[in-house]
Nanobody, 122 residues
Framework: QVQLQESGPGLVKPSQTLSLTCTVSGGSITTNYYYWNWIRQPPGKGLEWIGY???????YYSPSLKSRTSISRDTSKNQFTLQLSSVTPEDTAVYYC??????????????WGQGTQVTVSS
């Protein structure tokens, strides 16, 4: 059973960098062929995909957030992290990490973290 757990500050000041860590247990983030994603849900809105890091360490980001987003990993800790810079109140959301099974036309997320609330406010 794979488990994902988000952690990090729940409050971030505008213009600062949001940093979150996803700790994975029950499976390795280097195992073929999974992608490890960050997804968020602003209040009253739908899910928004942020980006992922693959089992090999390659990254890919949402075009709308690419300029502000960095996803990295620490394989020794079985963790991957999200850094979102220059945040504004519009970045307030519940942030999730999730494992993806990539497949042409039918990718799916099989495991999710519980989500963590991040509020951007001064």
């Amino acid at each position: 059973q794979v488990q994902l757990q988000e952690s990090g500050p729940g409050l971030v000041k505008p213009s600062q960098t949001l940093s979150l860590t996803c700790t994975v247990s029950g499976g390795s983030i280097t195992t073929n062929y999974y992608y490890w994603n960050w997804i968020r849900q602003p209040p009253g809105k739908g899910l928004e995909w942020i980006g992922y890091i693959t089992y090999t360490g390659n990254t890919y980001y949402s075009p709308s957030l690419k300029s502000r987003t960095s996803i990295s990993r620490d394989t020794s800790k079985n963790q991957f992290t999200l850094q979102l810079s220059s945040v504004t109140p519009e970045d307030t959301a519940v942030y999730y990490c999730a494992r993806e099974i990539p497949a042409y036309g039918s990718s799916s997320y099989d495991y999710w973290g519980q989500g963590t609330q991040v509020t951007v406010s001064s």
